[in-house]
C-alpha cells in the first residue's frame, strides 16, 4: 500500500474528513497541496478538508472541529454518545470540542472549552480524532441537553450500562473528578436523582420508584439478595422483591423462563415476589394501597411490623 492509499484510509477512518497537515506529514507539502487543489477535496475549516463525494454524516463537522483545534482537542458531548450507539442521540450533530489549557481559536463557529482533565480522560480515536470515553460524553451532554430531553439522558445512562461501558462505581468516580470543571456534573447529578438515583436501570423502574418511596422504611433499588438474583426493588424487612415487567424484556418465552427460575431461587430464599406492570403504573394510587396490603400480609407471616405509607405520592404521578 502506498502513502496516498494511506491518506484515503485515514480520511475514511475519519469520517470523510482530513486535515492538510496529516497530508503533508505522509505525503509532503508539494504533495498534498497539488492533491488538495486536485478537486478530490472540499474545504470544510481552516485547514480541513472534505472528500468530495462522500456521504454527509452528522459526526463529520465534530470531526473537522477536532482536527481544526489540534493538538490534543477531543470531541464530546451528544455527537459522541451517538458513536457509543445511544439511541436517542443517533444521528445527534451537537458537540463540544475540548482543546489543550491555553489553546485559543480564532474565527471558529463551534463550541470549545479547555480541557483540564486530559491526563485521566479516555478516548476512543478515529484516525487523528480523540473522542470522549463513554461517560464523559454522558457528563458533557448533560451541560449541552440543546433540544435533548432529561429522560434522553438517564435512557443513554441505561444503555450504557446496559452494554457495559460504564457501571456505577465508575460513574461515581468520574463525576467525583470533574465537579467543578465540567458543567454538566450537577446537571446529571440533579436528573439522575430525579429519575430514582444511579441504581434504577429502567423508565419503568423510574415511574416506579416514587410509590416504593412513599414506605418507611423505603424499598431499596438493585439489592443483591440472592448470589444471582438483584430485584428491582426489595423490603429487606418483609423478604418482599418488587421488579417492573417491561413488556418487551418480558414478552418472550426465554425471557419468561429465566423469569420463573429467579422467583424459585427467591422463593427458596424465602424471598416473596410482587410484579408491576405498565398498566398498574397507570393508578399508582391503587397500586399503594396493592402493595401496602401485601407488606401487612407478608409481615404478618414473618412476625414483623409491616412498612408504612407515610410520604404521598408525588404531584407528577
Not at 463551534?110 to 457528563?139: E, M, N, Q
Not at 426493588?233 to 429465566?258: K, M, P
Amino acid at each position: 500500500m502506498d502513502r496516498l492509499d494511506e491518506a484515503y484510509d485515514l480520511c475514511r477512518e475519519q469520517r470523510g474528513v482530513l486535515a492538510r497537515h496529516q497530508l503533508a506529514a505522509m505525503l509532503g507539502t508539494q504533495v498534498a497541496d497539488d492533491l488538495l487543489r486536485s478537486g478530490r477535496f472540499e474545504p470544510m475549516l481552516r485547514g480541513v478538508h472534505r472528500l468530495r463525494g462522500t456521504a454527509e454524516l452528522p459526526e463529520q463537522r465534530a470531526f473537522g472541529a477536532a482536527l481544526r483545534a489540534r493538538p490534543h482537542a477531543v470531541v464530546t458531548g451528544p455527537v459522541a454518545l451517538g458513536l457509543y450507539g445511544v439511541p436517542a442521540y443517533l444521528g445527534a450533530d451537537t458537540f463540544e470540542i475540548l482543546v489543550a489549557p491555553g489553546r485559543s481559536l480564532r474565527n471558529v463557529d463551534f463550541s470549545y472549552r479547555p480541557d483540564g482533565d486530559a491526563v485521566r480522560r479516555g478516548v476512543t480515536t478515529y484516525g487523528g480524532v480523540k473522542v470522549a470515553g463513554p461517560l464523559d460524553a454522558l457528563i458533557d451532554s448533560a451541560g449541552l441537553l440543546d433540544g435533548f430531553e432529561e429522560r434522553d439522558l438517564r435512557v443513554a445512562w441505561d444503555h450504557l450500562r446496559g452494554k457495559r461501558l460504564a457501571s456505577i462505581d465508575r460513574l461515581e468516580g468520574r463525576l467525583a473528578q470533574r465537579r467543578g470543571s465540567s458543567p454538566g456534573v450537577p446537571v446529571l447529578e440533579q436528573v439522575l436523582d430525579r429519575g430514582g438515583g444511579l441504581r434504577v436501570e429502567s423508565e419503568g423502574e423510574r415511574r416506579l420508584a416514587p410509590v416504593m418511596n412513599c414506605f418507611e422504611p423505603a424499598f431499596e433499588p438493585q439489592v443483591w439478595v440472592t448470589r444471582r438474583r438483584r430485584p428491582d426493588f426489595y423490603s429487606r424487612r418483609c423478604r418482599l422483591a418488587c421488579d417492573y415487567l417491561g413488556e418487551v424484556d418480558h414478552a418472550y418465552v426465554a425471557q419468561r423462563i429465566a423469569d420463573d427460575e429467579r422467583d424459585d431461587e427467591l422463593r427458596r430464599e424465602r424471598v416473596d415476589v410482587f410484579y408491576v406492570t405498565k398498566r398498574d403504573l397507570e393508578e399508582p394510587e391503587v397500586l399503594l394501597g396493592t402493595l401496602a396490603g401485601r407488606l401487612t400480609v407478608r409481615a404478618h407471616e414473618l412476625g414483623v411490623r409491616p412498612p408504612v405509607a407515610v410520604r404521598p405520592l408525588p404531584p407528577s404521578l
